[in-house]
């Protein structure tokens, strides 16, 4: 089945850049996802590609794509405090519906 | 533009006792609407999704059902809580009939089961 892999914890200074890494299982994942969860929060979509994309930047914000490995990564510039928090990476598949299968999250942790 | 509402934010509720969460979509129409669970602040398990008015469809069997009694409003509820039923609730929506638009969440129900 699909199966959508995180590292759990990222620690990283203000200023410095951040970059969360994720491994997917499905090849027929149409698009792949990031998402930001703050505490007590819901999830607020962050960015997105399409699988037949190698990367995707938007400002701060750099997502690659290697479809070959199934690896996806984003990368965050300038890391501030206010972007501590659970980053999400899920992927999605064609379907009737909206079949989405998130990852573990990665709890990012941003030292002053 | 679209927003999705979820309430109440926080609930405590007796093992035993009826549930009832509410979520609602505004401005669009025929969302895919999805209520998701999160166990211990990380990963997310589907619950329920809908297509349509009526159409519910279960991905996990549980003590939880789902009703869509109109366009844009779906609706959790339990009988009888279990302890097992603590967690936090999203509700989610995409854009119907257009595959991979992506999910939009709700800021969630952090449910309580004493």
């Known amino acids: 089945g699909e199966d959508v892999e995180q590292s759990l914890f990222l620690s990283v200074r203000e200023g410095d850049s951040s970059v969360i890494n994720c491994t997917y299982t499905d090849s027929s994942s149409t698009y792949l996802y990031w998402y930001k969860q703050e505490p007590g929060a819901g999830l607020q979509l962050l960015t997105y590609i399409f699988s037949n994309m190698d990367m995707k930047q938007d400002q701060r914000l750099t997502v690659l794509l290697n479809k070959k490995d199934k690896h996806l990564s984003l990368r965050i510039a300038d890391t501030q405090t206010g972007d501590s928090a659970i980053y999400f990476c899920?992927?999605?598949?064609?379907?009737?519906?909206?079949?989405?299968?998130f990852g573990t999250g990665t709890k990012l942790q941003v030292i002053p | 533009s679209q927003t999705i509402h979820q309430w109440p934010a926080t609930l405590v509720q007796p093992v035993g006792s009826p549930l009832s969460l509410e979520c609602t979509v505004e401005g669009t129409s025929n969302p895919n609407l999805y209520w998701y669970r999160q166990a211990a602040g990380r990963g997310l398990q589907l619950l329920f999704y809908s297509v349509g008015i009526g159409q519910i469809s279960s991905e996990v069997p549980q003590n939880l059902s789902a009703s869509r009694p109109q366009d844009r409003q779906f609706i959790l509820s339990s009988k009888k809580l279990l302890l097992s039923d603590s967690g936090f609730y999203l509700c989610?929506?995409?854009?119907?009939?257009?595959?991979?638009?992506?999910?939009?969440f709700g800021n969630g129900t952090r449910l309580t089961v004493t």
């Open positions: 899920a992927e999605s598949y064609s379907g009737g519906y909206q079949k989405v299968t």
């Open positions: 989610a929506w995409s854009t119907g009939q257009v595959n991979n638009s992506p999910l939009h």
